[in-house]
């Protein structure tokens, strides 16, 4: 294997993990071991995520990525009998499963959007204030501030503008799953994790959605779980195949499609399995 | 050789007189529980608006609503029969006396059949009702809907909590007077706390617990798990979280089963009839030395009321009224407070789109 | 982005009252968990209340039946028994004297008088009949006054302030027994006197004239009885001699009372009996009669509305279902007894419809009327479980039959039904739960007459006055003693009901859950 593309043998060294040398890992993963009850989900896996790039993980279904990619923001706490047995997640080098992390500030930092849209059923203006509103933001100039540069951010500002008290829910699949972006951008995290964000979306919202993943990469840390290996080629700027849990391989997005080093990670890309 | 066409046309006929007596009979059971619910209420409406309402202004009988049940002396004075409450049939007969004692005659007292309950009104029985609601839902609202919350959005979802979520949705299925005989035995006897209103709210709270926390549990399970997450992606604490993105999505569909809970508490008999009601009390509630014999009173209730005149007392023209006039009132009360829920449903599932 | 590199993230901070906010979220968590302890404790307690008051019945039912022994009420048994069937004897012979009457002034121009004046030799017979056992019957209520003495001496005994702090010995019932059993010397002598009594009468009757046959066959019937009443006299005498006072009442025995008596007797000065029986068959009846309106209403409305009704007519018939169910049962047992009652009645006298079994009613309150009125509160919980049942089956099986050719009704009968079977199971079974419990209304129309319906009767038990086990509680539970015997036997009542209700709720849940539809 590619030196360069395998796991950092030490997580103290991000540098080394990342293909890119000039952006210091954000996100790193060491020697992570998950299950969910009895079952196995998450073997062994260590990576480390640069920050201001996109990052992919793709694999088949129940490979894992999803547990992943919710250890980072630790979501999955809520699900009963799921439990990390071994390794460490570390953010900005602070170990997020530590005793001393206050899961509400690592969740402010991490935002996610989610594979169905959720937005609440109140208007949209309430929608993307509700992060900061928890925090104990008062002001309205504060909050009207927020609206409009999350919704630019999330390039919906001008569809919206006009009708912000309106529900949520009344705007279209495509929209609503960038309102979800831009409530998650609200409350100014470093790291957005998308869990399949298109995968209700017809083509059109998508490449929109994806073109916006473009955009947010200059200000956030984007991991991306994607099912379509077209997204993951086209928007991430690295990509990790996992496969049974296991981390098979993690490099620049070229390189594992146009030369995967490992024959499953092939197999993977060109669409003969999964 | 028939035609294509024909076959389909004879097919189709013999099994068409077929079909139609079924759909005649399906549409008559429909149509008969329609019916029966329409003469029950109707009757009441009929009969009790004789009681309720009269012909001249302000239409309503004011008396019915606003006293207390009364005596009625019926009488002959001049070949005349006179109808009269208690209270005036006793003015009466002092003035009676009164006059005669002036004149130096010996008064005659005509003499008079009387009829228990049948004059006045039922004012406390509607006041000893509505307290009963308000106390025992207040109760019921208060713990049901805190213990939804916690077995819902806090309790670890093992085989415990399924038990007790199990056990509780039987527990909704319990008789009433089941809980009823709980009452008595741990309230107005074990406790000591006689037949009282305090005994009576707790004995119906109890029995609309079970129907209260699964309605609920229901309604805050309804909500969809993405609401949750997305709130507390957004680093929202637990409660947070269960305040601003579940119980105001959840909180209609618990109105709504509270107020059926009420309609089912306003309704019940057997449970207040050895915890909280008293067939006669010359007092109002209110009206108490000190202020925590409010609690320890009995009360009369519409329900009770009407077991007891409908059972407890001769039949007769004069006691028909007040039966009716009480079955209407109250039934007039239990259909605002359903439809109310009803009409709130209604409302919810048509707004209600995720 | 502001430096984001700068601030620690993700340790627990002040910034937005972390600690505290850490601390206040526990509290938040602890009071629902409170609440619901509280709330799930509340609901254990008042099972276990519920069992602990209503299990102590059963010790107390053995006590009462261990002074119903050692007192000798159950030695005098055997003779009242005797007295009684004598009493049906010469109740019969009455009987069979108004029918010679009527028949009599049926058959032939005399008058009243003049009939009298014809019965004269078989009212002397019967007259006869009932003195010679007067000696018997005697014996029956003396000795009955004696052991009911005997019982209220011994509970008198056992109430003292002395007896209860062990300065009193227990109640001498040996002593106090010994009148009683004194009798047993006289008996075999009384017996034969009443026996030869008793044939000589019975042989007179030889000469009685009758107006028919059907009469004289009814008498023949009646002596051949009376003869063998005579003879099995001494039948008597073998029991009461063989009784052993000091046999010890087993336990089991206060369960098997119980669960299998047929008699329930309250503050009777002779004995007073808690067999659930005639409770249990009266409620079981007055459901049944309900569930028979009930289902077949309940169940065509909801196939009705759900396969055949137009949008309008749905939106008119299921809010107004609904809406019976929020009528309070009171009203309806008000209705029933006022209203239901009365036409009931009036409609059973009609002449021809006298051919059906049981009319004309004999009483306006009974078990038919209870169970229509009881009909009404099944319909609602029946017709919305089994719309909803039916609302489930997944409408690809509709189109899979229609396209098959099938007709609308076919459909029904042969898909929908069958597959939505599970969910009508259950809500016909919690039907007859919510019919099983309700109390209003069989307090106010089932006729309260506490004996087990006569079903040799065949279809005329429908119309018979029946009491109920919620009706026997909200009925007497005014005028218990807390603690005492008839207070626990109520409590037992109430356990035996909130097991069958548990019992039927849970089945209705395994029906759904056994008979589900494979999911697609």
């Known amino acids: 294997m590619d030196p360069t593309t395998t796991e950092s043998p030490s997580p103290t060294t991000p540098a080394a993990a990342s293909a890119d040398a000039g952006r210091p890992a954000i996100i790193e993963v060491e020697d992570l071991d998950f299950y969910y009850g009895e079952n196995r989900a998450l073997d062994g896996v260590s990576l480390a995520i640069p920050s201001h790039q996109v990052t992919a993980l793709i694999g088949p279904s129940g490979c894992g990525k999803s547990t992943l990619l919710r250890c980072f923001n630790r979501m999955n706490d809520l699900i009963e009998g799921a439990e990390r047995t071994r390794g460490t997640v570390r953010i900005r080098g602070v170990d997020i499963f530590g005793p001393e992390v206050n899961v509400m500030e690592l969740r402010k930092r991490v935002g996610m959007v989610f594979q169905k849209t959720n937005p609440f059923p109140n208007s949209i203006y309430e929608n993307i204030t509700f992060g900061l509103q928890l925090q104990g933001v008062r002001s309205k100039t504060r909050l009207d501030e927020a609206v409009e540069r999350s919704l630019r951010a999330a390039a919906l500002w001008d569809e919206v503008k006009d009708r912000l008290h309106e529900s949520g829910l009344s705007l279209s699949g495509g929209q609503q799953q960038r309102l979800c972006i831009a409530r998650a951008i609200a409350v100014e995290p470093e790291i957005i994790l998308m869990d399949e964000p298109c995968s209700a979306l017809d083509p059109v919202a998508t490449a929109r959605v994806e073109e916006l993943i473009h955009k947010l990469k200059q200000e956030f840390t984007i991991v991306i779980v994607t099912h379509n290996m077209q997204q993951a080629a086209r928007c991430s700027d690295r990509t990790a195949f996992l496969y049974l849990g296991k981390l098979i391989e993690y490099a620049d997005t070229q390189t594992i499609f146009i030369n995967p080093s490992d024959s499953q990670t092939e197999a993977y890309v060109s669409g003969r399995f999964g | 050789m028939a035609t294509p066409a024909e076959q389909f046309r004879r097919q189709s006929t013999a099994i068409q007189r077929r079909e139609k007596v079924i759909v005649f009979f399906l549409r008559a059971s429909a149509w008969i529980i329609l019916l029966a619910g329409a003469t029950v209420l109707g009757t009441i409406a009929w009969k009790g608006a004789g009681t309720l309402l009269q012909p001249n202004f302000p239409f309503i009988n004011i008396t019915f609503l606003a006293e207390a049940p009364q005596t009625l002396h019926v009488f002959e004075l001049d070949g005349e029969t006179v109808e009269m409450s208690d209270q005036d049939f006793r003015e009466f007969r002092a003035k009676l006396a009164e006059e005669a004692a002036a004149s130096g005659e010996s008064a005659i007292v005509p003499d008079s059949t009387s009829y228990v309950y049948a004059a006045g009104g039922i004012f406390p029985n509607i006041v000893g009702t509505l307290l009963l609601v308000a106390g025992s839902m207040s109760i019921a609202l208060g713990l049901g809907i805190a213990t939804a919350i916690y077995l819902s959005e806090y309790a670890r979802q093992g085989s415990t909590v399924r038990f007790i979520r199990l056990a509780i949705l039987n527990l909704a299925g319990v008789p009433s007077v089941v809980f009823g005989l709980f009452g008595f035995g741990m309230f107005v006897l074990f406790f000591g706390w006689n037949v009282s209103l305090i005994a009576g709210w707790f004995t119906l709270a109890f029995m609309v617990l079970p129907v209260v926390i699964t309605a609920s549990e229901e309604a805050l399970r309804a909500v969809p798990q993405g609401f949750r997450e997305g709130a507390l992606a957004l680093g929202a604490t637990r409660w947070q979280t269960i305040r601003r993105a579940v119980i105001p999505h959840a909180l209609p569909g618990i109105l709504t089963s509270s107020i059926l809970g009420i309609a089912r508490v306003a309704g019940e008999t057997a449970p207040i009839m050895f915890t909280a009601a008293f067939i006669m009390r010359d007092k109002l509630p209110w009206e108490v030395d000190r202020w925590f014999d409010f609690f320890f009173q009995g009360v009369m209730a519409l329900p009770y009321h009407i077991y007891v005149v409908s059972s407890k007392i001769p039949q007769n023209e004069y006691s028909a009224r007040v039966q009716f006039g009480t079955a209407l009132v109250f039934v007039l009360l239990v259909a605002v407070i359903a439809s109310a829920s009803l009409f709130l449903r209604h409302r919810i599932r048509a707004r209600q789109r995720w | 982005m502001s430096e984001p590199d700068t601030r620690r993230p993700f340790a627990v901070t002040s910034r937005y009252g972390g600690e505290r906010k850490v601390v206040g979220e526990r509290m938040i968590q602890l009071f629902f968990g409170g609440n619901a302890f509280v709330a799930v404790l509340i609901l254990g307690l008042i099972m276990i209340f519920l069992a602990r008051e209503g299990l102590g019945f059963f010790q107390l039912n053995r006590a009462n039946l261990e002074v119903y022994r050692k007192a000798g009420l159950e030695f005098v048994e055997p003779l009242r028994l005797q007295e009684n069937q004598h009493n049906q004897l010469v109740r019969r012979m009455f009987d069979l004297r108004v029918e010679s009457a009527r028949a009599l002034g049926r058959n032939t121009e005399l008058d009243r008088e003049a009939i009298n004046a014809r019965l004269r030799p078989l009212d002397d017979f019967i007259l006869a009949f009932e003195d010679a056992a007067e000696p018997l019957i005697h014996a029956s209520m003396n000795l009955s006054d004696l052991a009911a003495e005997i019982k209220m001496a011994a509970i008198e005994w056992e109430e003292t302030e002395e007896y209860r702090g062990g300065l009193k010995p227990d109640f001498d019932y040996e002593t106090a027994r010994e009148s009683l059993v004194a009798f047993l010397g006289t008996q075999e002598r009384l017996n034969e006197m009443v026996a030869a009594n008793l044939r000589r009468v019975v042989n007179q009757g030889n000469q009685l004239e009758w107006a028919n046959t059907a009469l004289a066959r009814a008498f023949a019937e009646l002596r051949n009885e009376a003869l063998a009443f005579a003879t099995d006299l001494p039948g008597a005498y073998h029991e009461m001699s063989t009784w052993d006072p000091n046999e010890p009442v087993p336990t089991w025995k206060a369960w098997s009372v119980f669960l299998t008596g047929s008699q329930w007797l309250t503050a009777s000065f002779w004995q007073d009996w808690y067999g659930v029986l005639p409770l249990l068959t009266g409620s079981l009846l007055v459901s049944f009669i309900a569930l028979a309106f009930a289902v077949p209403l309940g169940i065509g409305a909801a196939v009705y509305v759900n396969q055949i009704a137009t949008r309008r007519e749905q939106n008119l018939i299921k809010p107004a279902i609904e809406f019976i169910a929020a009528i309070p049962s009171v009203v309806l047992g008000f209705f029933g007894i006022i209203v239901l009652g009365e036409l009931l009645r009036q409609f059973s006298e009609i002449g021809w419809m006298s051919w059906w079994p049981g009319f004309p009613v004999a009483e306006r309150l009974n078990a038919l009327t209870a ?150």
């Open chain 3, 371 to 520: 169970g229509i009125m009881l009909a009404l509160v099944a319909v609602p919980t029946i017709f919305t479980l089994a719309e909803d049942a039916l609302q489930n089956v997944p409408k690809t099986y509709r189109e899979a039959s229609l396209a098959l050719g099938a007709t609308r009704m076919q459909t029904v009968w042969k898909v929908i039904l069958p597959a939505a079977m599970s969910g009508i199971v259950s809500a016909v079974l919690l039907g007859f739960g919510r019919v099983v419990g309700e109390t209003m209304i069989v307090l106010l129309c089932a006729g309260n007459r506490i004996a087990i319906p006569d079903f040799t009767r065949g279809l005329e038990v429908f119309t018979q006055p029946v009491h109920t086990m919620t009706g026997i509680i909200a009925q007497q539970m005014g005028e218990v003693v807390e603690g005492g015997i008839h207070y626990r036997a109520l409590f037992m009542v109430g356990l035996l009901l909130f097991v069958l209700t548990l019992t039927i709720n849970y089945l209705a849940q395994r029906a759904v859950r056994r008979l589900r539809l494979p999911t697609i």
